[in-house]
């Protein structure tokens, strides 16, 4: 397939400074877009920027309004436009306390990073993503549909962003298109070593790479894209789909 190209096209990525965020900017990037990454990591936004001058970073909390405020001007006022926003920026630990220990800020916290700060993301963007016919991405996880012990605010915080990005692609349509990723187990760790057997549960044969859902996002990101919108795509090498029993 020939290379996406996004010439003057630009990007706002939430936690793009690590994972499955860093992934998707540096494909963004390759594409010849331009690309503002969100972290709160400033070390690994420094990094970000040293690997690949072309990406912008801007430190900031996602669920501070003031401040991603702040980034919503900078892009208006340096470029007039912003063509699409991922909302990638998430506690990534799936786990809580037990239940009867699980305390309400921790679950809160969870729910404000994870559904909240996209939710209001995409309402401090909406007036330049309509105006360019944007397009936004909710990154959430195949644990909006299956769970371990243990997960309720993690679970419950992704399965909320699929459901709002199904939502949001009602009321915003036909302007802005939105669409929602759940990645199954996508390796981000270069200094975790996997096992045969990890690779072994997937109908693929292999684990994901940062790559798998970067490509994807970029896709739906583009034109070529333009009859996409309120779709949620499970990108898990099939591992949701097999049957398991106990032997």
């Excluded at 939430?14 to 877009?33: H, N, P, S, V």
């Excluded at 896709?219 to 070529?224: A, V």
């Amino acid at each position: 397939m020939q290379r996406l190209r996004m010439t003057n096209k630009v990007f706002l990525v939430t936690g793009g400074a690590r994972g499955i965020g860093k992934g998707i900017c540096q494909q963004l990037a390759e594409c010849d877009a331009i690309v503002f990454a969100v972290d709160v990591d400033e070390q690994a936004g420094f990094k970000l920027v040293d690997d690949n001058p072309l990406i912008r970073f801007r430190q900031a909390d996602v669920t501070q309004q003031s401040e991603l405020m702040c980034i919503i001007d900078e892009i208006e006022t340096q470029y007039g436009r912003l063509d699409g926003l991922v909302n990638n920026a998430a506690i990534s630990n799936p786990y809580n306390a037990p239940l009867a220990e699980l305390a309400l800020t921790d679950w809160q916290r969870t729910i404000d990073i994870n559904l909240t700060a996209p939710l209001m993301l995409t309402q401090l963007a909406l007036p330049l993503l309509k105006a360019s016919n944007g397009s936004v991405i909710n990154i959430a996880s195949t644990r909006a549909a299956q769970a371990e012990a243990n997960t309720e605010a993690y679970c419950a915080s992704k399965g909320g962003l699929v459901s709002l990005s199904k939502a949001l692609a009602v009321s915003l349509g036909p302007e802005v298109r939105v669409n929602c990723i759940s990645p199954g187990w996508i390796h981000t760790n270069d200094e975790e070593v996997l096992r045969e057997i990890d690779h072994q549960q997937h109908l693929t044969g292999r684990v994901g790479t940062v790559k798998d859902i970067a490509n994807l996002s970029a896709f739906l990101l583009s034109t070529d894209a333009g009859f996409i919108t309120g779709e949620n795509f499970t990108v898990d090498g099939g591992m949701t789909k097999k049957m398991i029993y106990a032997e």
